[in-house]
């Protein structure tokens, strides 16, 4: 059988069951992809991904106060009585090492518990990104999940996609049968990013990444926020070299 490497680029366009059997990989660059690496790699026990900020309330309340970290936002705003947002620079160690963040976002979680169906489930972002492409190598069905912004498709996300189809395309080594919407990100990435800038993930200045990032659907309210720094942050390749894997059936995300 033909290996497959679909795009999706947004939660629905596709229903649960049409990515029973693969891998996914859920990408929210701006942000929640990037902040959870970011947590992970700091030393947070687990993040927990709530689709409903009464929900993530509940489940903190049941856990030690000195274990779990509340944590997320809607509309890009911190939520009132939160320990944290959803800034990846807000998740530093002294914050957040060997605590478990419950967290819950506008887009990002729920394209988490969208992809609930799946075999498995990574988390990936730009600080990720040569780690996931490894992650990707040998499976046979990839689907590439983007959160988008407000049920919108968003490029921020369609660049990251774009950049994953491209290097498993050229270095990957399998013939995949690719849906046209990862033929339409791969393109779109290489119309962006094409030599001499980049190809897969090759070194990638964030001062190039970043504007693209800054003027996609998902970066326009962080830059009208002032958080600049966050898509300055989510520009990074290759910060990480660890994968989040989600488990439906726990609930959690872990390295």
């Not at 600080?127 to 921020?156: P, R, W």
């Not at 779109?188 to 094409?194: H, R, V």
Request: proline share 6%.
């Amino acid at each position: 059988m033909q290996p497959v490497l679909n795009v999706f680029a947004l939660p629905k366009v596709v229903a649960p069951e049409e990515m029973a059997d693969g891998v996914v990989v859920m990408i929210d660059v701006l942000r929640a992809s990037t902040t959870i690496c970011t947590a992970l790699e700091a030393g947070a026990d687990a993040v927990i991904p709530c689709l409903e900020v009464d929900e993530a309330r509940r489940l903190a309340e049941d856990m030690p106060g000195s274990d779990v970290v509340l944590a997320g936002e809607r509309q890009c705003q911190p939520i009132d009585g939160f320990d944290l947002g959803n800034s990846p620079r807000e998740f530093l160690p002294e914050r957040v090492a060997g605590r478990t963040v419950v967290f819950t976002t506008t887009n990002g979680t729920r394209a988490l518990h969208h992809a609930h169906r799946a075999r498995k489930v990574l988390i990936g972002a730009f600080v990720n990104a040569t780690a996931l492409f490894e992650e990707l190598i040998e499976q046979q069905q990839i689907h590439i999940l983007c959160a988008g912004t407000n049920d919108m498709y968003s490029e921020d996300d369609a660049l990251m996609a774009g950049m994953l189809v491209e290097r498993l395309q050229r270095q990957g080594g399998l013939n995949y049968r690719q849906n046209a919407q990862a033929m339409t990100a791969r393109e779109y990435w290489l119309s962006n990013f094409a030599l001499p800038h980049a190809v897969g993930a090759e070194p990638l200045d964030p001062a190039l990444l970043a504007p693209k990032l800054a003027t996609s659907l998902g970066g326009q309210p962080l830059m009208k926020l002032d958080l600049q720094q966050d898509v300055r942050d989510a520009a990074e390749l290759d910060l990480f070299q660890s994968v989040p894997v989600y488990d439906p059936e726990s609930g959690q995300i872990r390295l």
